[in-house]
């Protein structure tokens, strides 16, 4: 049973739509984190948060917007996509950043399409 | 840049032992990571080494060698429920995973 979970499950949108994505921690960790998945290709890192304040921002294009309120929740919000930002999107928590070992635990994932 | 290889698909017949190598070449090394993932569902966590040599957990082990960049997981008595796909992660730093593509396996009655 996974403590992350992510809704929308499935979204598809057009590519003049503003839509969000939401991910919410049931584990009490502080870092929280968004990766795209596409088909083939490793997952890449988009944004980190630890304690609701952003750390790394992997060259995302600004129609991409990350928000985290507070350390349960984090946010993506989405506007003027393309059809090649089609992908399922992950969100991952961690007890911190730093540590020897500290496991990443993922949601279950958006499934975006943009038309 | 991060390079994680491995291959892309492996098929095993139920009850046998696949091995899924991984090779990386990074900036840094923090540890390895392996995770497992169900078509439409979380990446969920399998093993970590961060020192050399070989980690077991049941069915699962998992192997580092740090000098040759070198990794592999391997599943003993495969079941149906195996057939997933399985990711290698490597931290290059305090936090950061670069990921290879993942490897598809099929698991055969």
């Known amino acids: 049973e996974t403590g992350v979970t992510q809704t929308p499950r499935h979204l598809v949108m057009g590519m003049t739509n503003k839509k969000s994505l939401k991910c919410e921690q049931h584990?009490?960790?502080?870092?929280m984190y968004w990766y795209k998945q596409s088909a083939k290709k490793p997952l890449e890192l988009m944004f980190v948060y630890s304690l609701e304040e952003r750390v790394e921002n992997n060259s995302v294009p600004s129609r991409f917007s990350p928000e985290c309120p507070n350390s349960s929740h984090l946010f993506l919000h989405l506007h003027t996509l393309q059809p090649e930002d089609s992908a399922l999107y992950l969100c991952a928590s961690s007890q911190d950043l730093g540590g020897s070992f500290n496991e990443q635990y993922f949601g279950p994932g958006t499934r975006l399409t943009v038309t | 840049g991060q390079n994680i290889d491995q291959p892309t698909e492996m098929t095993a017949t139920e009850g046998a032992i696949v091995q899924i190598n991984c090779t990386y070449q990074t900036s840094g090394f923090n540890g390895l990571f392996w995770y497992q993932q169900h078509a439409g569902e979380a990446p969920t966590f399998l093993s970590y080494?961060?020192?050399?040599g070989l980690e077991e957990k049941g069915r699962f082990s998992s192997f580092l060698s740090r000098s040759k960049g070198y990794s592999y997981l391997l599943l003993k008595e495969l079941q149906m429920k195996d057939s997933a796909s399985y990711l290698c992660?490597?931290?290059?730093?305090?936090?950061?995973?670069?990921f290879g593509a993942g490897t598809t396996v099929t698991v055969r009655a």
């Open positions: 080494n961060v020192l050399d």
């Open positions: 584990l009490g960790h502080n870092a």
């Open positions: 992660a490597v931290r290059d730093g305090d936090y950061k995973l670069s």
